[in-house]
């Protein structure tokens, strides 16, 4: 098993959101990478952020709520 897992592979697994199933030992690996790189780190905030999002918005529409745009005209 190597040590150090590259940006590459980081952004693959943010992107599958594979780190929530990942064994305790790859886990932290992955973590580890964050801490040291800012551009994974910044890669997996958005993802965090557009995971929310959508949720939210999966959510609304269960609730039978309409949704609009944030910048739409009211009038």
């Given amino acids: 098993m190597k ?3 590259n940006c590459q592979e980081v952004s693959r697994m943010i992107s599958d959101g594979e780190d929530m199933k ?3 030992a ?3 690996r992955f973590r580890l990478h964050l ?4 551009t994974c780190r910044n890669v ?8 929310t999002a959508m949720r939210g918005l999966n959510q609304e529409r269960a609730k039978g709520e309409p949704t609009k745009p944030a910048d739409s005209d009211p009038h």
Wanted: some cysteine; overall charge neutral.
């Fill in 3 to 5: 040590l150090n897992l």
């Fill in 22 to 24: 990942l064994p305790p």
């Fill in 26 to 28: 790859d886990r932290a």
């Fill in 35 to 38: 801490v040291m790189c800012a």
């Fill in 44 to 51: 997996d905030e958005q993802m965090k952020f557009l995971r």
